[in-house]
Structures are given as C-alpha cells and as structure tokens.
C-alpha cells in the first residue's frame, strides 16, 4: 500500500494542517510545461483504443481517433475509476487529489455539509480550507482557466473571469444543434469553430510565455440528446450494439439505439479534442504540453451506470500524453497500455509532478508520473493497485427525507467489493418507479426525479416495472441490494454473479472487506466516524442561511 499524501495513516483533522512535498523535481526553476485536461461530463470507458476482439463491447462501433493519438504518443489506462460517480464530488475529488468524503459540502451533489455544531458554533465545511490543484499552478504563475461546465466552487479555479465560455455554449447541445440544421456538417463545424473560440479566448489572455493550465468541460454527453442522432449524424447502426451490450441491459431496439446516441456524443467530445489538438500543435505548445483525456464518471439514464459503484458506473477513459522531453525513448519501447486500477484523485498529484509544482496541501492520490516516465514493467508493479470509491447523495428526491444512498468500494485488478451501509434503503428510488409517470408535478417530463436520469432507457424500465420478461435486469438495477457485495470482474465484467456468500470467496471477501474500512477510517471518512450519519444529518442552518451550501 503506496499513498504519495499521508491520508492513510493519519486522521482527517490532521491531514489539514499537514504540508505534502512533491520531490520529483529538484531544479528550483521547473520546466514551463503546459496542461490541457479535456473532461466529458458523464462518459464512461468508450473510445475505439478500447475495442478488444476477445470481448464484444460498444467499443467496437465507436470511433475516436483523437483519443486513441494521445494514448499511442503516451499511456492508456485500462482501469481508471472515479472517486463517486457524481458530477461534483467527483470533480471535487480530481480537483484537490482527495477522496470525494472528504470534500465537504462537495462530497455530495449541490448540497450542504451534514453535521451538527458544536457547543453551539457553526460548523467548519471541510471544502472551505481546501484549495486543490488549480490554485496551487495559480500561485507557480501559470494561467489558469476553463471552459463549459464546472459544477463546483469557481474560486478553485480562480474565480468567474477564468471561465472561457466566451465564443458561446452551444456545444453542450451537440445533437439538438446539429440535427436540426439542414446542413449537417457546417452545424458540426460551426460547434468546433465555437470550441475553437472559447480556448483561443483563453490561449490570448495568458502573458508572453506563461505556462497554462485549461480543463476542457463540454457537457454534450450529459443527457438530453436526440433520439436517433447517433446513427443520423455518426452513421451508428443501433442494430450493430446486439450482442454488444453489458448483459445487465436487456438487448432490445430501444435500448440499442439510446446507447447509440450516447455514443454519437462521445464521438462528438473527441472530434472538439481533436480542435484543441490541432491549436496546440498550430502555435507551437504541442510538444510542451501534457494533454490529458478523461469522463467524470460512466453513463447517464442507464441502470447501475452513474450513481453506482460497478464499473459500468465508475470506469472512465483516461489517456495520458507528457510532454515531448519527458516521453521516453522509442528505443526503450515505453510501456503502453497498464492494467492496473488507476484513480482520479491520482491526477492532481501527477500534473503536479510533471510541471514541478510542489503541492500546498496533502492529497490522497499517487503520482502516476514514474510508469508515464518509465519503460520498465517494474514502475507498473509498484503503484498502489487499488481504487477507493464510494457515493451519499444525489438527488435529494430519491428517497424519503432526502437521506442518501450510502456505499463505499474497493476495487483491485480482479475484485471489486462494495459495501451498501444501509441496505434496507432502495438505491434508485423507493418504487413504485410507475408514480413517476402518473404524478402530476413541474418536474421535467412530469415525473419525479430519481437517482437515474430521463432517457428512453429510464422509461422503458419504469413502463416494464413488474414484467417478468425483464426481472433481472429491473432487479439488477432498481431492487434493494444486500450489505456487501464481491464480483470476480475478470471472471464476470459486467458484477451480475455476487459472490459473497461463496464459501471459495471468504477468504478474499475478508481481506477487502478489512482493507476497505481500514482505509476509510485512515481518512477519516464520516462514514466510518461516530454514529455514521454525518451524511445523513439535515442540513445546519443559522437563520435563513444553509451553512457550507454549494453555490450554484
């Protein structure tokens, strides 16, 4: 077990007041490297590097070239996983390079930090003494800025004016725009010229060579998309996904061509990686640039996807490209692909190790720069081998009295076992999932919010609540689940067969299930801290005001 912060063996009170050393570099004047991170909102594992002819997944309709020229000059990360797969905390957690718990009022989505006060004063909100990566590349003079979504504190990243959203947003709404022109490709182009913008407004605002820091976050993955645009616009035959499927998901017409859609999104991310691509490459920042692809967690409006701990939830793609100076030799025949489970959190530690910016505050995650340096199999063998996940609350209306949905994971390379800490809570919401459909309200397509997004997918399950034809898979996905749960992941990809009442798994189920909590408890998750119900607290309030609430 190798953290590069000390968050494991010391208590959360501590890690605040600790500093943490980046010693990669020793030079007092670092390389003035550049970073480029680009980050789909809600795009799980799919790009065409992905496609294995062994196993049939969507991978092998997607096309994202782009994507697979950044993991051939640098790394591609086999099994990246996010701290939660929610949209905030998890950007939280890559931000500051810590697990999503403790973040705060951003360990959750859009919701204030649960705890009570103490001897009547208000309570500290952990996020507020956090600064996270952004800010310390901002105090080592670099220029630092975004574009599209942030969904977490603007401060972090350097306040308002650092948004670079300047040419327009339009590209969020990728196949709304686009299948309604008449011309299809110039609507195409017309977005890239708008994604084109927005990083040329942020590429002028820097100084004469100052190094810069830009986090690309289009939300054009992000439901709602058209129906049938994935194959209208990316020529994706939904039919070509049968057999293609994770198997948890019935196989059918509608679900296929939702799934295609998707997918036509994804393709629509890469083509505007590929405009930042060719900016870099046009004025000369290419080859001293660390460019970075990723999601923020796996796919919306599909069960046991976002919002859950199984892979189809929690793996992302993640490609890694360092600069020219710092790749290794082709002589050394640099090691390409890596297996080994990898976490966001491992991010902020890693940009900052590349740039040779020491980190201001401790992090949870590993510097992943040894094996991106590193041509030897030996630097794979020594990073941690392990991802620590989890989730509390998503959407308040999910269950009665807004409570979350508590769960924690860990997962190695050949098991992921997870622990629901309530399991008498339904981990959707509390059915009939049908009122969603025959309550009358001025929620979105007059149903109920749950913790899964609209979609086709979404509505084919809640008009099948109750057939037979599909009880596992609606089992699978909405139905309470047990207190723990173990799945062989090389043996069984899609976690449909949980083993942990297998007397063969005991053993294992044993040592994951110590490993698990020891590791909380070293940092300091409330989860694992008095009663257990910090999350689960109403929200303190002094007056009016709700304590620690995200802004919007």
């Not at 670092?30 to 970073?35: A, E, G, L, T, V």
């Not at 999503?100 to 500290?124: E, K, M, T, Y």
């Not at 309470?480 to 005991?506: F, G, T």
């Not at 299930?513 to 070293?522: F, P, V």
Request: aromatic residues 10%; proline residues 7%; charged residues 25%.
């Amino acid at each position: 077990m190798k953290f590069v912060s000390l968050a494991v063996v010391i208590t959360f009170t501590l890690l605040l007041s600790c500093p943490f050393t980046n010693t990669v570099f020793s030079d007092d004047t670092p390389p003035k490297y550049n970073i480029v991170f680009a980050f789909a909102d809600d795009l799980g594992r799919y790009a065409s590097a992905y496609a294995d002819a062994d196993h049939r997944s969507p991978n092998d309709l997607i096309r994202t070239p782009h994507f697979d020229s950044v993991a051939a000059e640098g790394v591609l990360f086999e099994n990246a996983f996010v701290s939660v797969p929610s949209c905030t905390p998890s950007r939280a957690a890559f931000l500051t390079g810590r697990h999503f718990f403790r973040n705060g009022s951003h360990s959750q989505l859009h919701h204030p930090w649960h705890v009570s006060a103490v001897d009547g004063a208000p309570p500290i909100d952990p996020w507020e003494n956090v600064r996270g990566m952004g800010l310390m590349l901002d105090d080592a003079g670099y220029h630092i800025g975004w574009s599209y979504k942030m969904h977490l504190s603007e401060d972090r990243m350097g306040g308002k004016n650092r948004n670079y959203t300047v040419a327009g947003k339009a590209f969020n709404l990728f196949s709304q725009k686009v299948s309604a022109a008449e011309d299809h490709e110039a609507a195409k182009t017309k977005l890239l010229d708008e994604v084109r913008g927005n990083f040329d407004a942020f590429l002028s605002d820097r100084q004469d060579d100052q190094p810069f820091f830009y986090w690309f976050n289009p939300t054009n993955t992000h439901r709602d998309w058209v129906r049938g645009s994935g194959k209208e616009l990316w020529g994706l035959n939904p039919d070509d996904l049968k057999g293609r499927l994770p198997k948890f998901l019935p196989d059918n017409d509608i679900i296929r061509e939702d799934f295609a859609d998707y997918l036509g999104e994804a393709m629509a991310f890469d083509a505007a990686v590929g405009v930042l691509i060719e900016k870099l490459k046009s004025s000369g920042q290419w080859e001293n640039t660390m460019f970075v692809i990723s999601g923020d967690h796996g796919a919306p409006g599909f069960p046991r996807g976002k919002c859950n701990l199984y892979d189809f939830g929690t793996r992302v793609p993640l490609a890694i490209r360092l600069p020219q100076s710092m790749q290794p030799s082709q002589q050394q025949n640099p090691v390409h692909r890596v297996a080994t489970p990898v976490s966001l959190v491992d991010l902020a530690p890693t940009f900052l190790d590349v740039v040779g910016v020491p980190a201001s505050q401790p992090m949870d995650g590993e510097s992943l720069l040894p094996v991106l340096r590193s041509a030897d199999p030996d630097a794979v063998k020594r990073m941690r081998g392990w991802v620590l996940m989890g989730r509390e609350n998503h959407v308040d209306e999910s269950r009665p009295g807004g409570l979350p949905y508590p769960i924690r994971a860990i997962r190695n390379e050949q098991y992921l076992f997870i622990k629901n800490f309530a399991p008498d809570r339904w981990p959707v919401a509390e059915p009939p999932l049908s009122a969603a459909l025959q309550t009358a309200t001025k929620k979105k397509n007059g149903g109920r919010r749950m913790d899964i997004d609209f979609g086709p997918t979404r509505t084919f399950f809640v008009e099948h609540e109750g057939s037979e034809d599909i009880r596992q898979a609606w089992d699978l996905g909405f139905a309470r689940r047990p207190a723990e749960e173990l799945y062989d992941v090389q043996a069984d990809p899609d976690q449909m067969n949980n083993l942990i009442d297998s007397q063969s798994h005991q053993v294992i189920a044993g040592k994951l299930r110590s490993q698990l909590i020891r590791e909380l408890t070293g940092s300091g998750d409330p989860r694992v801290q008095g009663e257990g119900d910090a999350f689960d607290r109403p929200p303190y309030t002094r007056g009016d005001e709700k304590v620690g609430q995200l802004a919007k």
